[in-house]
């Protein structure tokens, strides 16, 4: 059983800071990107972070400059820096990691997993 586990959310002022992590655990043989994407109350899923294994990040522009995505690889964990945070960077964000497992077909199929999402609150 793979699972990919968020912590760090939490209720901040506008202009405060909050870090995010995400720790994948279970019988993984390695992962390739991983990421953070995030969620409003009644908009599409959209994409906030993305890192390669080898540590090249990119960014929607609405955070670009305010947060930092990176990774510990021998720890299976993802990390996103949250700084100047804006009312509206609040949503649900959630973890995704594309992860070859062990055991299974071969080749290994690269499959895509989420986390269950962390609550990001911001006041103004």
């Known amino acids: 059983q793979v699972q990919l586990v968020e912590s760090g959310g939490g209720l901040v002022q506008a202009g405060g800071s909050l870090r995010l992590s995400c720790a994948a655990s279970g019988m993984i043989f390695s992962i390739n990107t991983m990421g953070w994407y995030r969620q409003a109350p009644g908009k599409q899923r959209e994409l906030v972070a993305v890192?390669?294994?080898?540590?090249?990040?990119n960014y929607a522009d609405s955070v670009k400059g305010r947060f930092t995505i990176s990774r510990d690889n021998a720890k299976n964990t993802v990390y996103l820096q949250m700084n100047s945070l804006k009312p509206e960077d609040a949503s649900v964000y959630y973890c995704?990691?594309?992860?070859?497992?062990?055991?299974?077909?071969?080749?290994?199929?690269?499959?895509?997993?989420w986390g269950q999402g962390t609550q990001v609150t911001v006041t103004s």
């Open positions: 890192i390669t294994k080898g540590g090249s990040a």
């Open positions: 995704n990691a594309g992860l070859y497992l062990y055991g299974g077909t071969w080749p290994r199929q690269l499959r895509n997993y």
